[in-house]
């Protein structure tokens, strides 16, 4: 299990699982910023015929973090063999939207909304 | 009276504004990364604010949902015109300001920095390529190229549109100091 915070938001990876979970509000500026998040994905992919990421608890996130989302998803579906599955809150306005232009990045990604 | 682009609305007059709040921020005052926190403080600010005007009502499921939504998209606007800002104002430049405007069937945002020539001359080429294509088309097209560049500029404007169903438009005019004082209006109907 790897996992860190920062201010108002929470980062966790469990290997095993092939499982993140993002939460609390993510406004880091630029994709630079966001090079721990990226690495936590990357590490969680890595290997993995399947993984989870979990945002049911991202209350917000800001256009860099859409872009690190993005460019995750299409590496992703150019690697052809990894099962993407992200779970999101019908509760948060802004996952409506932005996880479906997901969906349409990669077809056969799967989004849950709980 | 500089260039405008895009339907810019009026936000003075009698009744064109029913609220508004204006607040400013001196770009050389701290430097970037120490006050990079506070446009969300200040966007959660303007988005806590007009949830008065959008209250819950127990006997209409539906007003709960309103309130959050308006909230979220006024959050994910205003602190994205504010990162914008930041990322692009001359330092030692007049204030950047960004003001909310609530009239009654929509909320105005107008966001005014000080950009250098290169900047403003870059910031209306992408004016020019968002009103001749679709915005969704610019978007997906954007993003599958910033996943080889990293280059992820423009994207906070185009979801603005194609998520939040806004209208932009934009005014450019000289700054005394030098420069252009660019402001991005945000028209969101509600």
């Not at chain 2, 009698?14 to 403080?41: D, K, M, T, V």
């Amino acid at each position: 299990m790897t996992e860190f915070s920062g201010e108002n938001y929470a980062a966790r990876c469990d290997v095993g699982a092939h499982l993140v979970t993002l939460s609390g509000t993510l406004r880091l500026n630029g994709i630079a910023e966001y090079a721990p998040i990226v690495a936590l994905l990357a590490n969680a992919a890595e290997d993995a015929t399947a993984m989870t990421l979990d945002l049911s608890a991202l209350e917000f996130l800001n256009s860099s973090g859409i872009a690190v989302l993005s460019k995750f998803v299409i590496e992703a579906r150019n690697r052809g063999d990894l099962a993407l599955t992200i779970i999101g809150s019908g509760a948060i306005p802004w996952q409506g939207k932005s996880l479906q232009n997901l969906r349409r990045l990669m077809p056969s990604l799967v989004v849950e909304f709980r | 009276m500089g260039d405008t682009f895009g339907a810019f609305q009026s936000c003075e007059g009698e009744g064109a504004a029913l609220e508004s709040l204006l607040l400013c921020f001196s770009p050389s005052l701290l430097p970037l990364q120490q006050r990079w926190r506070n446009n969300g403080l200040s966007a959660d600010f303007l988005s806590d604010y007009v949830t008065t005007f959008f209250p819950k009502d127990e006997a209409d499921p539906a007003s709960a949902t309103r309130q959050s939504t308006v909230k979220g998209a006024v959050s994910y606007i205003a602190n994205e015109l504010l990162e914008n800002a930041m990322k692009y104002s001359e330092s030692n430049s007049l204030p950047i300001t960004i003001r909310l405007v609530l009239q009654a069937d929509r909320i105005v945002f107008e966001e005014t920095n000080v950009a250098s020539a290169a900047s403003a001359a870059a910031y209306r080429r992408f004016i020019g390529e968002l009103q001749q294509s679709d915005p969704a088309d610019i978007y997906f097209h954007k993003v599958e190229a910033m996943a080889v560049s990293g280059d992820a500029s423009g994207l906070g404007l185009i979801t603005m549109i194609i998520d939040y169903a806004a209208s932009l438009a934009w005014r450019f005019e000289a700054a005394p100091g030098g420069g252009e004082a660019v402001t991005t209006q945000v028209c969101l109907a509600v």
